[in-house]
Every structure is written in C-alpha cells, then in structure tokens.
C-alpha cells in the first residue's frame, strides 16, 4: 500500500515556473513507477510524463516535453514534477500515480495509486 501526498501547485503567470512535489508513504518507494497525470474542467485525465522505478527512464506527453521535467529521490520517497515556460493551457489538477515495478505507460488505470492532486493555474 503506498499513499501519495502532491503538493507545489498555486497560481503562476505564464512563462513561470512550478515545482511539484509527490510524497509518497512506505519503504519499497525504489520499487514504483511514478506516473505524473492532468485533468482541466470538463477534460479528460491527461498523462504527462512519468519515470521508471529505477529512475533510468522517463517519458513525456508532446504538450510537454522539452518544458517540464520528472526527477525523483528515492531517499526522500518523492517524485518532481519541474514545470517550466508554463503556458495557460497547463492549467489543470496534477496527480501523481504509482504502481509498481510498473513499465511507464499514458493510461491511468493502468496505476494502482494516486494522490489527491494539486491545483496549477496559469495566467496569461
């Protein structure tokens, strides 16, 4: 059983920058994929990127590469979400997902674990 806690989301001008932290609870961190997802009003949840449980892999959404950036600390059980040259369509409620030995995949239900999310707005 893991617990994911998000946290780093507020309100930014585009442009700006945000990091978001996942929390997450237990001692077998080192052993889950983090999957970093999205969900605007009246969207669909939208994968983001995500990082394997080695940390030797990422991959990212098209919307967001070369912008944001999935980092982890397997000694401080998190996973970051760095987020630059932020634009106003990044607007959304980010959660982070995990499960374990997991290969990093887009579809949500795919991740046994998720957070709470945290609210990321983007002003033009």
């Known amino acids: 059983q893991v617990q994911l806690v998000e946290s780093g989301g507020g309100l930014v001008q585009a442009g700006g920058s945000l990091r978001l932290s996942c929390a997450a609870s237990g001692r077998t961190f080192s052993s889950y994929t983090m999957g970093w997802f999205r969900q605007a009003p009246g969207k669909e949840r939208e994968f983001v990127g995500g990082i394997s449980w080695s940390g030797g892999s990422t991959y990212y959404a098209d919307s967001v590469k070369g912008r944001f950036t999935i980092s982890r600390d397997n000694a401080k059980n998190t996973v970051y979400l760095q987020t630059n040259s932020l634009k106003p369509e990044d607007t959304a409620v980010y959660y982070c997902?995990?499960?374990?030995?997991?290969?990093?995949?887009?579809?949500?239900?795919?991740?046994?674990?998720w957070g709470q999310g945290t609210q990321v707005t983007v002003s033009s």
């Open positions: 997902a995990a499960d374990r030995y997991l290969e990093i995949t887009k579809t949500p239900s795919r991740y046994r674990y």
